[in-house]
C-alpha cells in the first residue's frame, strides 16, 4: 500500500525508517519530511496543516493510509477533514479525531478529564486574565516550587516551574496579561508540584483494544543534572530501569484501562497513540502529568528501533480496530538516543550550518528531525537537529556508543548533553 506521514521532524524520521521495512509498504511520502526521510522515502513539500494539498497528494498518490506524527495538525482536525470529505474518507488516518485532541490541546480539558475517570494526577486549578488575582491567591495556597502550564500548544515549552512566589506571580501575568505564549496562555493551569521521578508510557489504541508500548524516559532540560530550560527532549531512554512488573502494572490498572474506558464514555474517538507522561511518587505510585495525542519525540527514536512488529500491519490493524488480534513483540536489548542541538536552543540560534561526519557513524543509527538537504549536503534548520540512537545489552552500553558516534560527528556550534541516563 502507498503510505503518507505527515511531520518534518526526528520521530517522523523514527517512523519512516521502521514503515520502509515492511513489505507492504509500496511507496512512502513525507510531507513535508527532512533529509533523514528523503533517505527512505519521498519527501513532498507541503505543509502538515495544509489540508487541501494534503488531499490533492493522497488522491494523486493513491494513499491508503496517512500517519500523523505531529500535534498541530490533529489539534486543528485533521482525522475529521478526511472522514467528512467522500474522496479521500476511505483512507485510514493513525490520529485522533478533533475532539479528543484537545486532550493535548487543553491542559484543562486533559485535568478536567483525569478527574471524571478518577485518573491519579496533581491538584489544580485554571485562571484567565480577568482571573489573575486569584491565580495569584490560589499560588499562596501552594507550597513550593509552582508548576504553571499554558493551557494550549506551546512546542514543549509552555511550562514553567518556579521556587520563589513572587517570580511565579510574575510569570503568571507574563502568561495572561502580556500574552507569554501568544494564544496557548489565554488560559493558564496551576498545578501543585510532585516530586519523584518522571518517564513516559505510549499507548495505541484503535479505540476499542489497546496495547502498551515500551516505556521510555526523556530529558527535557537542556543542562547537565536536568538544569536549564525547558527543550523538546535532550535525550532518551529505554526501557527504563525503575520500572519494576508491579509499577507496569499499576499504570496499566489505574492510568491506562481508565483511560482508554473514559474515551468510550465520554464519545472521544480515538485511533491513534496515547502518550501518558507520568511521575513515580512516594510508595511507587504513578500519576499522570500529561497527556499527548501522538508519539513522543525523542522518545520515538528508542521505542520503535525496539519494536520487532512490522509497523504497517500494526497501524493497519489500529485502522481496522483488530488491534486485540496483533502481539507486539519488543526487543529485550536497551535503547538510547542522544539529540544534537543548535547552539543557543532553546533560544535563539542560528539554522544552515552543515553537518559532516554522518557516513562515519557505525552501530548506531542518526535519525535526522531539524534538518534538510541543500546542494547535496546536509544542513541544520532547526533547534534540535539529530538524535544518535543505539542499542546495547544494558542502556550504559547503549549509550557509550551513542556518544562514541556523536564524536565523528560535526556542525558549527552543536551541543548536546554529556549526561543521558545520569539520573538512573
Known amino acids: 500500500m502507498n503510505i503518507l506521514i505527515l511531520g518534518s521532524g526526528g520521530r517522523e524520521h523514527t517512523f519512516a525508517w521502521k514503515i520502509a521495512q515492511s513489505p507492504k509498504c509500496k511507496q512512502l511520502f513525507v510531507a513535508p519530511g527532512n533529509s533523514g526521510t528523503a533517505e527512505v522515502a519521498t519527501n513532498v513539500n507541503i505543509s502538515e496543516t495544509d489540508f487541501d494539498a494534503i488531499k490533492e497528494l493522497v488522491l494523486n498518490e493513491n494513499i491508503e493510509l496517512v500517519v500523523v506524527g505531529p500535534e498541530a495538525p490533529l489539534v486543528a482536525g485533521v482525522h475529521d477533514y478526511f472522514l467528512n470529505d467522500d474522496d479521500i474518507k476511505h483512507v485510514k488516518v493513525i490520529g485522533p479525531q478533533k475532539a479528543s485532541a484537545e486532550l493535548e490541546g487543553s491542559k484543562e480539558f486533559a485535568k478536567e478529564f483525569m478527574m471524571r475517570h478518577n485518573i491519579p494526577t496533581a491538584a489544580y486549578e485554571s485562571f484567565t486574565a480577568e482571573t489573575v ?10 507550597n513550593p516550587p509552582y508548576v504553571l502550564k499554558a493551557d494550549g500548544l506551546a512546542a514543549g515549552k509552555g511550562v514553567v516551574i518556579l521556587n520563589d512566589l513572587d517570580e511565579a506571580k510574575a510569570e503568571l501575568k507574563s502568561m495572561l496579561v502580556d500574552a ?56 532518551a531512554v529505554s526501557p527504563v530501569p525503575f520500572a519494576t512488573d508491579e509499577f507496569l502494572n499499576k499504570i496499566e490498572e ?8 473514559g474515551f468510550k464514555k465520554d464519545k472521544l474517538p480515538y ?9 513515580k511518587v512516594e510508595n511507587d505510585d504513578p500519576k499522570v502529568i500529561e497527556y499527548n495525542v501522538r508519539m513522543g519525540d525523542p522518545e520515538t527514536e528508542v521505542v520503535f528501533p525496539r519494536m520487532k512488529n512490522d509497523l504497517v500491519e500494526v497501524l493497519q490493524a489500529m485502522g481496522n480496530g483488530t488491534l486485540n488480534e496483533i502481539d507486539i513483540e519488543i526487543d529485550e ?3 538510547t538516543t542522544v539529540m544534537l542541538v ?12 552543515e553537518i559532516t561526519g554522518i557516513e562515519a557513524i557505525n552501530g548506531s543509527i542518526a535519525f535526522h528531525a531539524g534538518a534538510q538537504l541543500k546542494n547535496g549536503k546536509v544542513i541544520t534548520s532547526g533547534g534540535r537537529v539529530m538524535a544518535i540512537t543505539s542499542y546495547g545489552n544494558t542502556y550504559q552500553e547503549a549509550i557509550k556508543k551513542s556518544y562514541q558516534n556523536i564524536e565523528k560527528l560535526h556542525f558549527d556550534k552543536m551541543n548536546y548533553r554529556k549526561d543521558i541516563g545520569f539520573d538512573l
Open 180 to 235: 507569554k505564549f501568544g494564544q496557548a496562555s489565554t488560559k493558564v493551569v496551576i498545578e501543585e508540584f510532585l516530586d519523584g521521578i518522571e518517564l513516559s508510557c505510549f499507548v495505541l489504541t484503535d479505540g476499542e483494544n489497546y496495547k502498551i508500548l515500551p516505556t521510555a524516559k526523556d530529558y527535557k532540560r537542556i543542562g547537565e543534572g536536568d538544569t536549564g530550560l525547558n527543550t523538546g527532549g535532550m535525550g
Open 254 to 261: 489505574r492510568i491506562v484501562k481508565p483511560t482508554i474506558e
Open 342 to 353: 543548535s547552539g543557543g536552543y532553546p533560544e535563539a540560534y542560528e539554522k544552515g550550518k
Open 133 to 142: 488575582e486569584k491565580g495569584y491567591a490560589f499560588l499562596e495556597t501552594l
Open 333 to 335: 536489548r536497551a535503547a
Open 271 to 279: 485511533v491513534g497513540f496515547v502518550f501518558i507522561g507520568l511521575i
